[in-house]
């Protein structure tokens, strides 16, 4: 088990950029894969990117590629969301979530969600 918790969340204008973090307690994070979640206002939860343990794999949304970049530093428990071109669209509460390799990340650990408005 990984305790999770997102930073970086904030207001921006359209066409800015924000990074997440989600800073990751407990010694086995570098086994862990990762992924980005959203919700907004209702809306269901939706997964935006994930990364594999080694970061050698990665998945994005149709709405977010190109525009998103998923990345982790295992030495320093990190993963990271850089969101650029952002749109009001990606207003949401993002949540990282965490699971072991191989499991199904959704299932896993989640943090607490940080906020992300993006302003027309």
């Known amino acids: 088990q990984v305790q999770l918790v997102e930073s970086g969340g904030g207001l921006v204008q359209a066409g800015g950029s924000l990074r997440l973090s989600c800073a990751a307690s407990g010694r086995t994070f570098s086994s862990y894969d990762m992924g980005w979640f959203r919700q907004a206002p209702g809306k269901e939860r939706e997964i935006v990117a994930s990364?594999?343990?080694?970061?050698?794999?990665?998945y994005y949304a149709d709405s977010v590629k190109g525009r998103f970049t998923i990345s982790r530093a295992n030495a320093k428990n990190t993963a990271y969301l850089q969101m650029n071109s952002l749109k009001p669209e990606d207003t949401a509460v993002y949540y990282c979530?965490?699971?072991?390799?191989?499991?199904?990340?959704?299932?896993?650990?989640w943090g607490q969600g940080t906020q992300v408005t993006v302003s027309s």
């Open positions: 979530a965490a699971a072991p390799s191989g499991a199904t990340i959704k299932e896993g650990d």
């Open positions: 990364i594999s343990w080694s970061g050698s794999s990665t």
